[in-house]
């Protein structure tokens, strides 16, 4: 896999291919440390991985350049605040952690992000719905890709029984389905959800 590592700081930058060679094999990295090569990078070479902090290589959106629509795009970075973390996802980032996030939350971070679904850690989760008191972990919170297009779905106005019926499942399914990424993402009404799903970019909206 070819693998794009950017940021300012040499540490971040060496602990982020260390992490990646525990797992992986045959990797290529390339490393960037400011927004102008960067760009010069995503224009020239086509990657599998793109890892950043935003904070201080800005990522945009990356999945706008010809040669990363497949890229896995995975910003790691110390900065919660809201606007921050709404930004990057909606610019097409897969997963969201930070940088007191373990090795093994980092490896399943771009594993989750290469299958086509959505990771944060809690954190990142706590930040977007406004929480006041963080969790003291980064625990991740995953998002398959049937549960991405089942929010997709709610989001378009389908009921219950239309999903089912769409994705050819039993209703029990599709209930247990929301269950489950209600429960994952902390929202208690669908309302919550749908707002979070529009503000992050995480579905399409039909115009």
């Known amino acids: 896999m070819n693998v794009l590592v950017a940021d300012t700081s040499v540490l971040f930058r060496e602990g982020v291919k260390s992490v990646l060679t525990?797992?992986?094999?045959?990797?290529?990295?390339?490393?960037?440390?400011?927004?102008?090569d960067f760009k010069k990078a995503l224009k020239k070479e086509v990657f599998d991985i793109i890892i950043s902090d935003p904070v201080h290589?800005?990522?945009?959106?990356?999945?706008?350049f010809?040669?990363?629509?497949?890229a896995?795009?995975?910003s790691i970075s110390s900065e919660l605040s809201r606007p921050f973390i709404l930004t990057t996802l909606q610019n097409g980032?897969?997963?969201?952690?930070?940088?007191?996030c373990s090795e093994e939350e980092i490896l399943e971070a771009v594993e989750s992000a290469t299958k086509g679904e959505k990771f944060f850690c809690n954190k990142v989760l706590d930040s977007l719905i406004d929480k006041k008191d963080f969790d003291l972990?980064?625990?991740?919170?995953?998002?398959?890709?049937?549960?991405?297009?089942?929010?997709?779905?709610?989001?378009d106005g389908f009921t219950t029984a239309q999903i089912a019926d769409d994705l050819s499942l039993s209703k029990h399914t599709i209930?247990?389905?929301?269950?489950?990424?209600?429960?994952?993402?902390?929202?208690?009404?669908?309302a919550e959800?749908?707002?979070?799903?529009?503000?992050?970019?995480?579905?399409?909206?039909?115009t």
């Open 22 to 36: 525990h797992k992986y094999d045959n990797l290529t990295f390339k490393e960037v440390d400011c927004d102008l």
């Open 57 to 64: 290589v800005k990522i945009g959106r990356v999945k706008d």
């Open 66 to 70: 010809d040669k990363q629509t497949k």
């Open 72 to 74: 896995c795009v995975i």
């Open 93 to 100: 980032i897969n997963a969201c952690i930070t940088k007191d």
């Open 137 to 155: 972990n980064c625990d991740p919170t995953i998002l398959t890709k049937r549960e991405i297009e089942i929010v997709q779905l709610v989001c």
């Open 175 to 190: 209930n247990t389905h929301r269950k489950n990424i209600m429960g994952k993402l902390h929202f208690k009404t669908p």
């Open 193 to 206: 959800l749908i707002r979070y799903a529009i503000e992050t970019s995480l579905v399409v909206i039909k």
